[in-house]
């Protein structure tokens, strides 16, 4: 029964906002408490709903302070440098533009972390994106594809989860698997030249305003203002007036200090970008009046962004507190036939696609993984194998909207969730086969 309800609850949330029947806020609560009640719950929804969010506060802290640090960046300029540069190595063609997005995600994914990679992604390659006219929803497909696939690295979640589970080495996990890494790049960057040609040919010829090469006195989100949109006030534009091009050095340093400190893992992200959003404020705009008008200008991402986690936190404490993880968990170790035994490894790798999609990814690598590879062991297939296959569905889950980053990618971008699930799920899918079949062919997975 709460196999059932689980896998339905998700579905339905999944129809809701593809259908645009709601917006991801309100489906993100008012499915899981429905099925919740459903479940017989009652008021202990209450509470699982609290243990959901006790569970995602840091993530909503860190994003809420991430938004403001990286928002005060963007005002004075930060990234101007970077977008005249990508601007003549693009040289005015949304193909290049794109294949460019498909790099810098890739390059910034290396620390690990999803919500930076958007953020320095959709800071410097946004604006260009807005004025030369392609859809930002094929920067959110490729940065989401990207970072999905880099999201193996050994130092990231999924591989350090599947290690812990099984009681491997990481880099036992990992190491085999880079050429099936390497062959996901490939087809990620193939899907980004496709998608940029397809930009090329809708747009048309193009040419982009002179001052934009120029960048004298503007900010990043200047080039960002949207068609129709006022350069002073409209949608996230920003007015130049904001621009500190003396403290270009000490914003860049404080910036790298940031990246830096936050790969050594010495204080907690969310503590982290506090401190960094505090220090950030107070050097470039010196005034209280200006730093409430700072904070006011990215409010609505902030709540945008806040509140789709804290919603988010609805749906995973009551997956969780009803019992309807471990029931699916417990669920696909038993549907498995005996005789497809042999092949766990391949399913494992199938199941992870939709399954870390549709659940955490501690609920599938402490409490579904562990499962499989006892089964496995009896086909004389290893821990090790097990976990390189399961590794590969990340692609599809970094997708998923219990992941944090993916509602800060696709709210700093401007673009609706369900257009990204349309345009990127299907790829995000095709990366993940195509990791698994290649990790299969080199022997690193049994078949």
């Known amino acids: 029964m709460l196999t059932v309800l689980g896998l339905t609850m998700v579905a339905t949330f999944m129809v809701v906002i593809m259908t645009r029947r709601a917006t991801p806020i309100v489906a993100l609560i008012a499915v899981p408490v429905t099925f919740g009640l459903i479940a017989g719950s009652g008021t202990r ?28 960046m963007i005002d004075v300029g930060l990234f101007d440098p970077i977008v005249k540069v990508v601007v003549r190595l693009v040289h005015n063609d949304p193909a290049r533009l794109v294949l460019g997005t498909a790099a810098l995600s890739g390059v910034v994914s290396l620390d690990g972390d999803g919500s930076t990679t958007y953020i320095i992604t959709t800071s410097a390659l946004l604006p260009l994106y807005l004025k030369l006219g392609v859809s930002p929803v094929v920067l959110t497909v490729v940065a989401g ?14 591989t350090a989860r599947a290690a812990a589970a099984l009681k491997l080495s990481p880099s036992e996990v990992f190491v085999p698997m880079i050429p099936a890494l390497v ?20 747009i048309g010829s193009i040419v982009v305003r002179e001052r934009v090469l120029a960048g004298v006195g503007d900010s990043a989100l200047i080039a960002a203002t949207p068609p129709g949109g006022d350069e002073t006030t409209g949608n996230g534009g920003i007015s130049g007036q904001h621009a500190r091009p003396r403290l270009m050095w000490v914003n860049a340093a404080l910036t790298i200090a940031l990246l830096s400190v936050l790969t050594l893992d010495i204080l907690p992200i969310a503590v982290l970008f506090m401190i960094a959003a505090a220090v950030a404020l107070a050097i470039n705009f010196p005034k209280v009046a200006e730093q409430q008008s700072a904070i006011t200008r990215h409010s609505s991402s902030i709540v945008a962004v806040v509140g789709m986690v804290l919603a988010a936190a609805v749906l995973t404490g009551i997956f969780k507190g009803t019992g309807m993880v471990d029931a699916v968990a417990t669920w696909v170790a038993h549907v498995i036939p005996t005789s497809m035994g042999s092949h766990l490894a391949i399913i494992t790798g199938l199941l ?40 590969t569905g990340q692609p599809f889950h970094m997708q998923s909207p219990l992941v944090p980053a993916i509602l800060l990618l696709v709210s700093l971008a ?3 969730l369900a257009d990204h699930h349309k345009k990127v799920l299907w790829r995000a899918a095709v990366v993940a086969i195509v990791m698994l079949v290649t990790g299969t062919v080199i022997g690193a997975i049994p078949f």
């Open 45 to 72: 929804i209450g509470a699982m709903i609290i243990d959901g969010i006790e569970d995602l506060a840091p993530t909503a802290a860190m994003l809420f302070f991430a938004i403001i640090y990286f928002g005060v």
């Open 145 to 158: 594809l990207a970072n999905g696939t880099m999201n193996i690295v050994p130092w990231g979640g999924p």
């Open 183 to 202: 062959a996901g790049l490939a087809v990620v960057f193939s899907f980004a030249w496709h998608l940029g040609v397809l930009e090329r040919r809708r």
């Open 352 to 391: 992870s696609i939709p399954f870390t999609f549709l659940m955490s990814n501690d609920a599938f690598y402490f409490g579904v993984l562990p499962v499989l590879s006892e089964t496995a062991g009896n086909y004389g297939i290893s821990a090790a194998e097990m976990a390189r296959a399961s590794i």
């Open 414 to 416: 401007g673009v609706s």
